[in-house]
Every structure is written in C-alpha cells, then in structure tokens.
C-alpha cells in the first residue's frame, strides 16, 4: 500500500502515522529489510547497523521482531536474521545487525552507533523526549542516517516538532487502509463505538490532535466526559452563534444541543451535550432552518442565540422560518475566554457529559485557552456549547444562589 512504501528524497526521518491496525508495524519491518539485505542473501545492503526502538524490551520483540508483522515473519528463509537473545540482536546472513533498545532506559542508547533506526510507537512512550534525544545523537553512521517512525499519533511535544522539521517526511493512514488484513467484525465494532469522537480520529483515523498549551478542556477530559446513552432530562436547549458572513470560506455558524437535569440544588445539576448541528456557507435562512429543524428533532424548550453581530436581525430571520419560536437573545459582556472559564470548570467537575459524534467540537474545545482560541478562524462551536450551559447551569445557579428580600 502507498503508505507503507519509504518516500524518496534525502529525508533524515519518516514517520509512518496510522490508526490501529493500519500496517505501520509490516511497514517498518519490511523498510528494515530493504536497507540491510542486498541482491542476494550474503550482498551487502544499504545499511549494517539498525536500531529497533520500542518502549519496552518486551515490546520490540515480541512486535517487531517476532510479531506477526514483525521482521522474521517477513523475512524469507534464505535471508532471515538469527535472534540473539543474550545480546537482544538480530544477525543477518550477511553480517548486518540489529539492536534492541527500550524508551524505558534512553542511556541505553548513550555509546552504540547506528546508520538507521526502526522506532515503533514512540508517541505514547514515558521518556520520549529523553529517548529520542539520546537515538538523535546515535545516528552518526553513513552518508545518510535515516530513521522510520510507526506511531499512532497522540499529542506529545516530540512528535510534533518532528513533524515540523524540514527534513521529516510523513505518511498517514486509516485502519480501514488495510481492511483486506482485519476482521470485518473488529471493524464494524470499534466504528459503531468510536466513529465521530476525538478518540476515534486518533486511533482509528491516525489523525494527530493537538491540546493548547493550557487549554480550558483537554482530550483526556473529553474521554472521560463520553457517555454511550444520554440520561433522561428536565430541559433542552439549542445555543446558535450566528455566522455574519456565507459562501465559501465562511464562518461556521455553531448549533449546539445541550440537556440538563436540574433537580436538587444547583450542585447537584447535570448536564449533557446532544448534538452538534453547526452549518457553514449557507446564509441566515439556512442556520436558521437548521437551528428549528435541531429544536424539533430534541425536543428543545428554547432557542439561545448571541446577537452581537447579528442584532435583531438574528430574530427576525428565526421569526421568518418559525413565527413562535421560543427564543432568547444572549449578549457577549466578556472576551470569549472568560465566557467559557465557568463552563470549564463545571467539566472539571464532572458534571457535563458528551454522546458520541462530538469529534469537531471537542476538537475546537482542547484549542481554547485562557488567552484564548489558538486554533484557526473562530470557535463558533464553542461559543454555542458555551451559551448552552450558561443558560442551563450557571445563570439559574446564580439566580438559585442570590439571596431574596423579604417584603415587610
């Protein structure tokens, strides 16, 4: 597959970034291969000396040396390597080696020296930084030391600055890239439970996520947020944040569903998000027909739009769709970072919940910082999720708290 095949180039690092099951692990195994082995079993190859780096000692042989796509199980017999266990190296017929190293002990690499390295999984290692730091200065051999890198991307500092660096070179694909290799029920199975989550681009879609330094909301606590079947509720609302502009490049125009339960004290309100519904490009009687046809569909009490840049406008192009429509207009006071601050916190908490299939909000929300938004264009998602629960939770908290005069 396109994906598994090295780049040309005079590239220093390759990285290989898949969801589960992709054929990264067949994809460093076979690129091994093809830098030690020549034309024939005792030719030499491109390179003599490999590193195989994993986060375990356990791991790098169990997956990359002796896993079912690891490097024996690819080698053909004339040319397979001897495993030397005491050693932890493989031994080609024709005198290349192999070393094994764990992410665990990055002075392990302090004095060996190499013209390739195989590095599997390195953005869920403990000492990534240290290790990769340590192969950095290991790679010294040849005209030209390369290193591939297998890895399901995850929001590690290491991984993104290889990305950046002119001299890496990446490749991505999703599991279902090598569908024709896995079973069609593990298929089926993680994208009924995973499809439209942040945790389902990551692992199955091999889409690198990036929190904000200091972000309000991080892609653990969207994990821990998500919740298979959305409770029983006292009220729903819809929050839109109207797009001012339409057409192509435009502003989205967030539409977010959000219920809450609301018995008890205030402490012990709940709240869970339902739906994304934002629209983009298609002009104020567009959102506004989205918006409704969202109300209908969850059974909403009330429309909550911001009118900042809208007006009275925004009423009236909801009125033209829905004469009756129950709605309330919101006015921002504050930046858009103080504004979502509170609802953070109610996250923190543990009392907001999410369904499944909220991937680009939550994805908006791990971008928004106390400094604010440092994703592109505007968190329009955000906004809305953010005027939700102002409506549901802290506004009537506040009204609940707020000590009431007694006539005489």
């Given at each position: 597959m396109e994906h598994q095949l090295a780049p040309?180039?005079?590239?220093?690092s390759w990285v290989i970034m898949g969801g589960r099951g992709a054929g990264k692990t067949r994809a460093g195994a076979e690129w091994v291969r093809s830098q030690v082995e020549g034309a024939r079993p005792l030719d030499p190859g491109i390179k003599k000396r490999i590193a195989l780096v994993g986060e375990t000692y356990d791991q790098v042989r169990d997956v990359m040396v002796f896993g079912d796509s690891g490097i024996l199980s690819c080698s053909p017999p004339d040319r397979r390597p001897t495993w030397k266990a005491t050693e932890r190296k493989l031994i080609w017929p024709n005198g290349a080696q192999a070393q094994v190293f764990s992410a665990h002990d990055p002075e392990g690499l302090?004095?060996?020296?190499?013209?390739?390295?195989?590095?599997?999984?390195?953005?869920?290692?403990?000492?990534?930084?240290?290790?990769?730091?340590?192969?950095?200065?290991?790679?010294?051999?040849?005209?030209?030391?390369?290193?591939?890198?297998?890895?399901?991307?995850?929001?590690?500092?290491v991984l993104k600055e290889l990305l950046t660096l002119p001299s890496t070179v990446v490749t991505r694909a999703p599991t279902e890239a090598?569908?024709?290799?896995?079973?069609?029920?593990?298929?089926?199975?993680?994208?009924?439970?995973?499809?439209?989550?942040?945790?389902?681009?990551?692992?199955?879609?091999?889409?690198?996520?990036?929190d904000a330094e200091g972000a309000l909301w991080t892609t653990e606590m969207m994990q821990t947020a998500r919740i298979e079947t959305a409770p029983v509720l006292d009220r729903v609302v819809v929050a839109l944040d109207p797009a001012v502009s339409s057409g192509t490049g435009a502003d989205e125009c967030g539409i977010v569903v959000v219920g809450a339960q609301?018995?008890?004290?205030?402490?012990?309100?709940?709240?869970?998000?339902?739906?994304?519904?934002?629209?983009?490009?298609?002009?104020?009687?567009?959102?506004?027909?989205?918006?409704?046809?969202?109300?209908?569909?969850?059974?909403?009490?009330?429309?909550?739009?911001e009118v900042n840049q809208g007006g009275q406008l925004v009423e009236e192009v909801l009125r033209q769709v829905d004469p009756l429509v129950p709605y309330r207009a919101v006015h921002a006071s504050r930046g858009k970072a103080a504004r979502a601050e509170p609802v953070a916190a109610?996250?923190?908490?543990?009392?907001?919940?999410?369904v499944r299939g909220l991937g680009d909000l939550e994805e908006q929300m791990c971008l928004m910082t106390p400094r604010g938004y440092e994703g592109q264009?505007?968190?329009?998602?955000v906004d809305a999720l953010v005027w939700a629960l102002h409506d549901l939770m802290i506004a009537p908290a506040a009204a609940y708290r707020r000590p009431r005069i007694r006539s005489l």
């Amino acid at each position: 597959m396109e994906h598994q095949l090295a780049p040309a180039g005079d590239w220093r690092s390759w990285v290989i970034m898949g969801g589960r099951g992709a054929g990264k692990t067949r994809a460093g195994a076979e690129w091994v291969r093809s830098q030690v082995e020549g034309a024939r079993p005792l030719d030499p190859g491109i390179k003599k000396r490999i590193a195989l780096v994993g986060e375990t000692y356990d791991q790098v042989r169990d997956v990359m040396v002796f896993g079912d796509s690891g490097i024996l199980s690819c080698s053909p017999p004339d040319r397979r390597p001897t495993w030397k266990a005491t050693e932890r190296k493989l031994i080609w017929p024709n005198g290349a080696q192999a070393q094994v190293f764990s992410a665990h002990d990055p002075e392990g690499l302090r004095g060996p020296q190499f013209d390739a390295a195989w590095v599997d999984e390195m953005a869920k290692w403990k000492k990534a930084r240290e290790t990769w730091d340590m192969l950095q200065f290991a790679l010294r051999l040849g005209e030209v030391p390369q290193v591939c890198v297998t890895t399901t991307p995850r929001n590690v500092g290491v991984l993104k600055e290889l990305l950046t660096l002119p001299s890496t070179v990446v490749t991505r694909a999703p599991t279902e890239a090598n569908r024709a290799n896995l079973a069609a029920s593990f298929l089926e199975e993680v994208r009924s439970r995973y499809d439209g989550t942040r945790l389902g681009r990551q692992e199955l879609d091999g889409v690198l996520l990036a929190d904000a330094e200091g972000a309000l909301w991080t892609t653990e606590m969207m994990q821990t947020a998500r919740i298979e079947t959305a409770p029983v509720l006292d009220r729903v609302v819809v929050a839109l944040d109207p797009a001012v502009s339409s057409g192509t490049g435009a502003d989205e125009c967030g539409i977010v569903v959000v219920g809450a339960q609301t018995d008890g004290p205030p402490q012990d309100w709940r709240a869970c998000v339902l739906a994304d519904c934002t629209v983009q490009g298609v002009g104020p009687s567009g959102w506004a027909r989205a918006a409704i046809a969202a109300m209908d569909q969850y059974g909403a009490e009330r429309l909550v739009a911001e009118v900042n840049q809208g007006g009275q406008l925004v009423e009236e192009v909801l009125r033209q769709v829905d004469p009756l429509v129950p709605y309330r207009a919101v006015h921002a006071s504050r930046g858009k970072a103080a504004r979502a601050e509170p609802v953070a916190a109610l996250y923190e908490q543990g009392r907001v919940r999410h369904v499944r299939g909220l991937g680009d909000l939550e994805e908006q929300m791990c971008l928004m910082t106390p400094r604010g938004y440092e994703g592109q264009g505007s968190p329009d998602r955000v906004d809305a999720l953010v005027w939700a629960l102002h409506d549901l939770m802290i506004a009537p908290a506040a009204a609940y708290r707020r000590p009431r005069i007694r006539s005489l």
